[in-house]
């Protein structure tokens, strides 16, 4: 049938169209409103505590799991959008004094149990609430978050974090949580994984038989980029799956290749592009339905708090998302992680389709 996906290409599309629309019908289906977007993002938020809490524990009683690793970004929309729903809480006469104190508990909480499960998850962290910090000033017109003292103390948290992890990894002998030793395996993987790329790659796929799969190679969407493969064999779909080798060669091929290299192999050069334009075409739409919030809500419409502050959050940590994956780590946009960077996508896009209802 023609429905049924014949590639990894064609499925995350198929995937990412029947997400997008029940995110539409489900913003345009559920009364989005403050409180109910200000409940729902805080049980998110602290179930997801809860989970990276968890995943770092059993580094010390077992061994990795870091299974928590793709919900980094919901994890930061949900304490962006708590964020952005305070000083709307804020204007309307609740006091949200001990509410921010519990929220940055959560930041806290995550930032934490999430550094020692993966060093990458502090960048993610820190420039996810920076950028959603940004996005928050400018929608309530509050003086930039951004000066000169709070980036150095950024900074400087961020030496101090992994200083104390390269610490921790040493007292413990636990060399899972050594940052230096993961910087000695970019070092290791990464130049040669990114000649591979550049040697090989196409306007659509690469050249056939090019990658460590050899003969079984498609040349086209072989793999190196997917949805999770429990939902591929799930499904029973018609494509080449390799189990175990993004996990067993994740050093060479997956986890330390940026995105926009891992894509361009897999998919070709049009195809990233083609991802490229996705990725700001989702921001630019973003900030412009932002813009259209902020005006309704300074005009004294307060009906679209809920739908701004659920925006805000979403186009925080897609922003965030996108720059990781593409630019950092393609684990960070893949499997998993690609479900959740299509789920973003869609919660930002899905504003564009607005039902009026009916007053009588």
Known sequence: MVLIAQNHLQFIIEVG???????????????????LVLFATLI???????????DAGLLFVSYAHEFSIPYGPIALF????????LPMMKEVGIRVANLRIFIFLIIGAIAIAGGIVHRVFLILWLLGLLIGFFIISKSFRQKSFLTVKRVVTIIGLVVVSFGALQILADALNMSVLSPILRFSRLEENALPSITMVLKNSALLGHIQGSSYWASADTGFASGYVSLPLTLITMLTLPFPVFYGVLVSKKDVIDYFLPGIFGWAFDFGYLTLICLLIYCA???????????????????????????????????TAFSTQAIMGLFFSNRDINGMALLTFMLLGALVLGHVVMVKRSTR
């Open 17 to 35: 169209l029947i997400i997008q629309i029940g995110i539409i019908l489900l913003l345009n289906i559920v009364p989005i409103s403050l409180s």
């Open 78 to 85: 949900a304490v962006v959008t708590l964020l952005a729903a």
């Open 281 to 315: 075409g989702v921001i630019f739409v973003g900030f412009k339905i932002l813009l259209a919030y902020r005006e309704k809500r300074e005009s004294g419409n307060r009906n679209y708090l809920g739908r701004e502050a659920l925006l805000i959050g979403a186009l």
């Open 44 to 54: 998110l938020a602290v179930g997801l505590a809860l989970l990276f809490g968890v």
